[in-house]
């Protein structure tokens, strides 16, 4: 399968190195990195190991492939889907945090849009160099829900390159049950500069889990079937298994990043708004986190290869 994967930071990265083992991969990527992976391939260490050679590029305009998978920043899908726009593929994947992405990307393209959500852990050591930090699994499916034959076909181009991959009919309920785990965890972590595990002691585990909580109860509202206890159920499960990791979040705090607050603690706000709920823990990380991206000069705008 011919596949490009549109915005290779870490997690993006660490699928394309892996995908590249057994399909035809194109990197869109960053100046460094895209000079290194067209220098000497990328090289996958820690939970995965592998060295690759797949194509690798900065311009992301005009490519054609069988699927492309997007894995920039929720606050570049915009432009990334502009880009994506001006190829030619038969499907398009989302694997980003937040919500909203795969609504984004389909207002611009013609091709039918899936939607993924990731638990493997990457980060991206240096230019050609990803780390797997935790091996996890991919779930992929109709953005809508239900079944389809192109999700299927792409599940089991991902299981032959030795990801693990499950085909859902029920993505409306993961991506939202995903939201509530990012919300428990990523703004409190990059908040206090912790690993995911100190969401899971006091006091930090009262107000992830209070998060979590009215996150459940805005999926409701929007008609998603989502108690708190399968909420919180998920979101210490992720907090345990991943204890020693750095989220997202907090990796772009600590690199002086811009983050993806809005779709996540504020992507609740906004929807719990729109049903007359009170969401406060939520807004308040929200406003915290936008309150540290205000004050820092050091935050990028993006250029849809995060």
């Given at each position: 399968m011919q596949?490009?994967?549109f915005g290779a930071g870490s997690l993006g990265s660490?699928?394309?190195?892996?995908?590249?083992?057994?399909?035809?991969?194109?990197?869109?990527?960053?100046?460094?990195?895209?000079?290194a992976v067209r220098a000497d391939g990328i090289r996958l260490e820690g939970e995965l190991e592998a060295v690759v050679h797949p194509r690798a590029t900065t311009d992301g305009a005009g490519l054609e492939a069988d699927l492309a998978v997007v894995a920039v920043k929720a606050f570049d899908t915009e432009s990334a889907a502009k880009t994506l726009a001006t190829g030619r593929f038969d499907a398009v994947l989302s694997v980003q945090n937040g919500m909203g992405n795969e609504a984004t990307l389909?207002?611009?393209?013609?091709?039918?849009?899936?939607?993924?959500?990731?638990?493997?852990?990457?980060?991206?050591?240096?230019?050609?160099?990803v780390e797997c930090t935790g091996v996890g699994e991919i779930t992929l499916?109709?953005?809508d829900g239900g079944r389809s034959s192109l999700a299927t076909a792409v599940g089991e181009a991902f299981e032959r390159a030795g990801l693990e991959t499950t085909v859902a009919e029920d993505m409306p309920v993961r991506r939202w049950r995903k939201l509530a785990v990012n919300a428990g965890i990523n703004p409190i972590t990059a908040l206090t500069a912790t690993e995911n595990g100190a969401v899971l002691e006091s006091p930090a585990n009262a107000v992830a889990r209070a998060a979590t909580r009215e996150t459940a109860r805005t999926a409701r509202a929007t008609g998603v079937s989502l108690s708190n206890r399968d909420a919180l159920e998920a979101m210490e499960s992720v907090a345990a298994e991943t204890r020693a990791n750095t989220s997202s979040m907090a990796q772009d705090v600590l690199a002086g990043r811009r983050t993806e607050i809005d779709s996540i603690?504020?992507?609740?706000?906004?929807?719990a708004a729109e049903h007359g709920l009170e969401v406060p823990t939520n807004r308040l990380l929200a406003d915290l986190v936008r309150t540290w991206e205000r004050e820092h000069a050091r935050i990028a705008l993006g250029d849809g290869r995060s």
């Open positions: 596949i490009v994967v660490l699928l394309g190195a892996v995908l590249a083992r057994e399909h035809e991969v194109t990197l869109v990527a960053r100046e460094a990195h895209a000079d389909a207002e611009s393209l013609e091709a039918p849009v899936l939607s993924g959500t990731v638990t493997y852990g990457a980060i991206l050591r240096e230019p050609g160099f499916g109709p953005r603690s504020g992507y609740v706000v906004d929807r």
